[in-house]
């Protein structure tokens, strides 16, 4: 499904076996766009969002993608979906979005379960584990990191560099260090 104009709700559906895009927002869309109670399997991507737009993405099942299951360029509200087994990552965050990550729960990743690149998302209340790297973020600013229990990836909990605020975490039992922060 590509939607270029807002207004739209995408709600109680199963989109599979799609090329690209389970469901991708252009970069020149407007309105607002909302996308609930869905199921997104067996794409190469499950949602892919570069609106300047309101977007919120809840309560959806995104699992078994094969490149990730949510990727972002922009601000879109990200809560209460249950993320899993998506390629390299859970959640993608690029180019300076801004992401509010709310209470999701994110597992089985090969690279992260997170990851922002020159991205400032705001990752709270989520449960995030079983990924190789629960987040990963690169040279954010004003990153918030708060109240997430993260636990049991195989490399890094956390692994940051950027300007941060980590803070009420739970980080326990992953393989090499629990909060790893570079330059």
């Not at 559906?13 to 895009?21: C, E, H, P, T, V």
């Not at 209460?80 to 300076?96: E, H, M, P």
């Not at 300007?163 to 393989?175: C, D, E, F, Y």
């Amino acid at each position: 499904i590509r939607i270029a104009n807002g207004g739209v709700t995408i709600e109680n559906s199963a989109i599979r076996f799609s090329n690209d895009s389970g469901i991708s927002i252009v970069s020149n869309a407007y309105g607002e766009f909302i996308i609930v109670d869905n199921t997104l399997s067996y794409n190469a991507k499950g949602i892919h969002t570069e609106t300047f737009n309101d977007v919120l993405i809840t309560n959806n099942t995104i699992n078994n993608n094969q490149q990730v299951g949510i990727y972002c360029k922009r601000s879109p509200d990200i809560i209460n979906n249950k993320i899993f087994n998506n390629g390299s990552y859970g959640i993608q965050c690029d180019q300076n979005s801004t992401p509010s990550i709310i209470g999701n729960s994110v597992y089985g990743h090969t690279t992260s379960g997170i990851y922002g690149d020159r991205a400032s998302p705001v990752i709270e209340f989520n449960i995030i584990f079983e990924n190789s790297r629960g987040c990963w973020l690169a040279g954010g600013n004003n990153v918030t990191i708060a109240n997430n229990t993260i636990f049991e990836n195989s490399r890094w909990g956390i692994t940051a560099s950027g300007s941060l605020n980590i803070t009420g975490n739970i980080i326990s039992g992953n393989t090499d260090v629990g909060i790893y922060l570079s330059s």
